[in-house]
């Protein structure tokens, strides 16, 4: 069953998370590159990219499509291995989908095409360290968020952070995230991940950012 | 397979929605009220109410517990009929996480449980209103969200509506989601539902809302600051049994001590309260760029001490950079009162770039070290370090 993905940009999370995905499920897929444009043209309004098609059915939203490609290869475990892990799995990508909305905001303000206030990164960063931690609690010091191999819930989580852990890490929030990075450490050196995102790395210090005045 | 549904209020909406899930699975299931600390108690931290109990494994979040339950019991098609039609399950299960924020953000106040101006209000209740066009669009006209029939989407939808349709709807709202209300109209009629969230309606106009002004918002805002004014809890360093040395007298015997060698080793075999005190290197963390210039790396070292200086009456300490253009590092030996690292220090505006790292007096290599670093001055140290600039805490 050929799996086709559907994305706009290279560097995007979104988009590096479903094909790490795809390729650790052993499944058959193919990249396809486009345009906003083009895929309005093709696919109508109503989906956007990332988008994935299997057997002329597409779908759109990340977590969705990262659930659908782990259902459709079962013997990959990208699910959990039973009916509770897939469970467990569910509640990690469900903070993720929080954490995705914060980590897009800081990450836009870090690299300017987000203009904010330093107070209203200060807010930001607040929240998108909050659901870190939250993250490193549902961790617990385990290698994998959930069983004893990669899930769907590592590769979500450890794309979302590949940006703002990269230019924005700073070592008060590192000392209370420390299982986290060693995830996300962990994670990204697998050679799926890396042959997606490269070769990522935790900043030691955040990059200077420049903020509007009130 | 029986279920345990644990949850603390009859109205609480989503344990409502868990329990109407549970009863249109056709699973076997006990509802259990309790409270959050006795689920604390029993359970661990890890949980939250609603919670639910298969087979004596646990489950918390709502979205988790309704796709759960809907899995256990496939033949109730609650998850749809195919993957494809999981798939689909699931981006509108996505969703509504974006519209119970959102319906969360505009019902607290609402309720009278938070406080807004009239400007906040409008901005959440604009993303409120977006989160339901989305699932407007989603819905796309349609009996069920996916399928022919009710699934766990149908179901939470309509459970985070309930509070906020009965409400908050206006005319305004009302015309651009009216499928999404005729979607609330049926599922909420439907016997289970009923069961748990008794007969609902959608309002035809919203509630008068009492908002804050602007003004007295800050006055209120100001009227709690004063509580910042409070004496500051007395330091965890003033709980510590009494120590035997006196490091005022300690400091200014070492720090002028024509000898410090000597100085160490008889500060060592006889000045030192080891119950009272420990030892600690710091190391600073660079940030590329840093560590080039000596004058720059300076300013780093001088910043550091001068701001160690409240911590002062609990420490003494040495820093130093050491090596050479464009190498150089800080690193640095203290010694502080206790044996864990202070809240002081941790308010230190810097002390987050520094790893710190305990040493043991007792250990004849950390000694050496705490003894090389103390006494080095002007260097270079015992392995041939370069010193470019060494400073102590007075």
């Not at chain 1, 010091?141 to 990269?166: H, L, M, N, Q, W």
């Not at chain 1, 962990?186 to 903020?211: C, Q």
């Not at chain 2, 106009?205 to 918002?217: A, D, G, H, T, Y």
Request: aromatic share 12%.
């Amino acid at each position: 069953m050929s799996l086709k993905i559907f994305y706009k940009d290279s560097y995007c999370a979104n988009a590096n998370s479903i094909k790490i995905a795809a390729d650790l499920s052993g499944a058959e897929f193919e990249s396809v590159k486009t345009t906003k444009e083009e895929f309005t043209a093709s696919k109508g309004d109503k989906l956007s990219l990332p988008y994935v098609e299997v057997e002329e059915q597409g779908l759109s939203e990340t977590n969705t499509i990262l659930r659908h490609i782990a259902r459709l290869n079962p013997d990959s475990n990208l699910y959990g291995k039973s009916l509770y892990e897939s469970a467990m799995i569910d509640t990690v990508l469900d903070h993720a989908y929080s954490l995705l909305e914060e980590a897009i905001k800081i990450t836009c303000t870090a690299l300017g095409c987000r203009s904010t206030t330093s107070a209203d990164f200060k807010a930001d960063k607040e929240k998108y360290v909050a659901i870190l931690k939250e993250l490193e609690k549902v961790l617990d010091g385990k290698d994998f968020f959930v069983g004893e191999g990669i899930t769907i819930a590592d590769i979500r989580v450890a794309s979302i952070c590949a940006y703002p852990f990269r230019l924005l890490m700073d070592p008060g929030t590192a000392k209370q995230v420390p299982n986290l990075i060693a995830h996300f450490e962990r994670i990204s050196a697998n050679e799926s991940f890396k042959k997606f995102f490269g070769t990522t790395h935790v900043a030691k210090r955040p990059i200077k950012v420049k903020f509007a005045k009130k | 397979m029986s279920l345990k549904i644990f949850y603390e209020n009859t109205h609480g909406f989503n344990a409502n929605i868990v329990k109407v899930a549970a009863a249109l699975s056709g699973a076997e299931y006990e509802i259990v009220k309790t409270t959050s600390d006795e689920l604390k108690e029993t359970k661990g931290d890890k949980f939250t109410l609603p919670y639910i109990e298969v087979e004596e494994q646990g489950l918390s979040e709502v979205n988790t517990i309704l796709r759960h339950i809907a899995r256990l019991h496939p033949d109730s098609g609650l998850y749809g009929k195919t993957l494809f039609e999981n798939a689909l399950v699931d981006t509108v299960m996505d969703r509504a996480i974006t519209l119970f924020k959102a319906s969360h953000a505009v019902g607290a106040v609402a309720y009278g449980h938070a406080k807004a101006t009239a400007a906040e209000f409008k901005a959440n209740k604009e993303k409120y209103v977006a989160a339901l066009k989305h699932l407007e669009e989603l819905l796309g006209g349609k009996d069920f969200f996916v399928g022919d029939a009710i699934t766990i989407a149908d179901i939470k939808v309509a459970g985070i509506c309930v509070l906020p349709f009965r409400v908050l709807m206006d005319p305004g709202t009302s015309k651009q989601i009216p499928n999404l209300l005729a979607h609330f109209e049926r599922i909420s009629g439907n016997e289970s539902f009923k069961k748990f969230f008794g007969t609902t309606h959608v309002a035809k106009r919203p509630i008068k809302i009492q908002f804050v002004k602007e003004e007295k918002k800050v006055k209120e805002e100001k009227k709690q600051a004063p509580k910042k004014a409070e004496p500051k809890p007395k330091s965890k360093l003033e709980t510590l049994p009494p120590t035997t040395m006196d490091l005022n007298e300690f400091k200014y015997w070492f720090i002028n001590h024509t000898d410090r060698d000597a100085a160490f080793e008889e500060f060592y075999t006889s000045r030192l309260d080891k119950e009272g005190w420990s030892f600690w290197e710091l190391s600073y963390i660079k940030y590329p760029g840093e560590g080039e210039q000596l004058w720059k790396t300076n300013n780093l070292l001088n910043g550091f001490i001068q701001r160690a200086e409240p911590f002062g009456k609990w420490s003494y300490g040495v820093q130093m950079i050491y090596g050479e253009e464009p190498n150089l590092d800080m690193k640095g030996v203290w010694m502080w009162r206790g044996h864990e690292i202070p809240q002081e220090l941790k308010d230190h505006a810097q002390f987050d770039y520094y790893t710190p790292k305990k040493l043991d007096i007792d250990n004849a290599e950390d000694r050496a070290y705490i003894k090389d670093v103390w006494t080095a001055k002007d260097g270079p140290m015992k392995d041939g370090t370069i010193i470019a600039n060494w400073s102590y805490q007075k």
